[in-house]
């Protein structure tokens, strides 16, 4: 990979007045932001795996709530490195500079080619599978279909990307209102099952409680909050980051919290644990046992929250990618932005790209999905133990958020014991999840490792970048972090 330090920066032309980014993302655009990234498929389908580890609705919202309560402290951990280190890099930039450029290297490259392209590819198939439920209501439908309409609202999503740095913005505010007004529709029709006595699944709430899978309870829980960080991905679109990142991120969470709790419980007063572990989708099942006709509404609510969360990972990762691109820890032609619309084309066609390998030819993407999980849960509690390293490092540096010592502590606490169980009672996922870590080593060697590229290869990849900047019109990112 054409690194920075090895000269090859300099090499590949550049407009002399760079692409100079003007921030655009006020409090309302962060939330939405937030919101599209965190609420997508996870509390349509995740309340059956919940319930399936804990056994009961009062342990199930328990592991709700509590997952919740995890990510604040995160959060707030990612809060005060968000503002200490201004940069779109994300944990990216924290594990660089905490621990150098190797775990910085393994984080952007779990990211930007497993994670977010899983990620992107899950949800716009789940998306698909609802959209199709209208004509294949009581069957299958094929999976060639499934899969044509998957890559058209991927070309979608990673066209409205690519035209305009405030088009993602648009698209995931109008996906919020559908989302939310999905949500607010199954709680209101919970609400007042509730008001006319229809409660009794709540008379003994942790009857049939287990404990023992306890640790994949907290997984599943998990999974619908996944996107609380990514905001620190955008930290350079944000308007007054040192404000609105702690602020946006707690909100959100907030929000977040309080909808899958009343959604959750609204779920128990139509629906027996029973029915909703032995149902696919528990928000359509809901649907058909309170008023038929949301039957036909549900699924659009929840493609528009699958499709919102899939422009939302993308909209996030390349930020990550343009700023490990100017550090010469990806190839430089990723830091590229187009001249007039300040967006990273480049990026973007990547991802959309890997996202179609995986969505054509990959069998297994739940799977790697849960190993992927691991890894960045990972990198999550690295980048929490990078916060106490860097206030020894760096004494002196200027941190508008300071949070007690306590909260970094117990979060880290809690990530031990939960990845440290997992990796006792799940050691095949833990040996896909180091196989899948184990291919950035060789892309670290041969990208930022070896310096002394022969001056062929970088001819041909000087050559190579000319020709996409003449072609897609971008130039170089001249911001600094």
């Known amino acids: 990979m054409a690194s920075a330090k090895d000269g090859s920066k300099t090499n590949v032309p550049t407009l002399s007045q760079g692409a100079h980014r003007q921030p655009t993302m006020g409090l309302f655009d962060a939330i939405n932001l937030l919101l599209a990234c965190i609420i997508g498929s996870g509390i349509f389908i995740s309340a059956k795996a919940v319930l399936e580890y804990s056994g009961s609705y009062g342990l199930s919202v328990t592991v709700w709530v509590g997952c ?6 995160g959060a707030l951990c990612y809060a005060e490195l968000g503002c200490a280190y201004v940069s779109s890099g994300g944990d990216y930039t924290y594990l660089r500079v905490a621990f150098g450029d190797f775990l910085g ?10 994670s977010r392209p899983m990620i992107v590819v899950l949800s716009v198939l789940t998306a698909s599978n609802y959209l199709v439920y209208w004509f294949y209501p009581t069957c299958t439908p094929p999976d060639i279909l499934v899969k044509c309409l998957s890559s058209f609202l991927l070309l979608i999503v990673g066209f409205i990307n690519l035209i305009s740095a405030d088009w993602p913005n648009r698209l995931h505010q109008i996906c919020n ?31 049939g409680s287990t404990y023992s899978q306890l640790p994949s309870a907290l997984y599943a829980g998990l999974f619908p909050y996944a996107g609380w960080n990514y905001l620190n991905n955008a930290i350079d679109d944000l308007k007054d980051p040192k404000r609105l990142l702690p602020l946006s991120i707690v909100i959100s969470l907030f929000i977040c919290i309080l909808i899958y709790f009343l959604t959750f419980s609204s779920y128990f007063t139509a629906l027996s644990a029973y029915d909703i572990l032995i149902s696919d ?38 930020q990550m990618f343009n700023v490990a691109g100017r550090d010469g820890l990806m190839p430089f032609i990723f830091s590229m932005r187009h001249y007039e619309t300040n967006v990273p084309m480049i990026a973007i066609m990547f991802e959309i790209i890997v996202s179609f390998i995986f969505l054509f030819f990959m069998s297994n993407i739940g799977k790697l999905i849960i190993c992927v999980g691991m890894i960045n849960w990972t990198c ?23 949070i007690p010592l306590l909260i970094p502590i117990l979060f880290i606490t809690v990530l031990v014991v939960l990845i440290g169980a997992s990796a006792v009672t799940d050691l095949e996922n833990i040996k896909t999840s180091l196989t899948l870590l184990g291919t950035a080593v060789p892309a670290y060697v041969f990208g930022v490792m070896w310096k002394k590229k022969p ?27």
């Open 177 to 207: 209102y559908f989302k939310i007004a999905s949500l607010l529709i199954v709680i209101g029709a919970g609400l007042y099952r509730m008001i006319l006595g229809r409660v009794e699944n709540f008379a003994e709430p942790f009857e």
């Open 105 to 114: 290297f393994l984080r952007v490259w779990i990211e930007v080619v497993l």
């Open 455 to 481: 001056t062929s290869f970088n001819r041909k990849y000087n050559s190579f970048a000319i020709t996409l900047q003449r072609l897609f019109h971008v130039i170089h990112d001249e911001h600094t972090d």
């Open 281 to 318: 989708a528990t928000a359509v099942t809901f649907a058909e046992r309170v008023f038929p006709p949301l039957l036909y509404l549900i699924p659009i609510g929840v493609t528009m929250s699958c499709v919102g969360a899939a422009s939302g990972n993308i909209f996030t990762v390349v």
């Open 380 to 402: 999550i509690l690295l980048a929490a133990v990078g916060l106490i390293v860097l206030r020894y490092k760096h004494p002196n540096r200027e941190r508008p958020i300071k």
């Open 68 to 73: 919740g309560l995890l990510c604040i402290m």
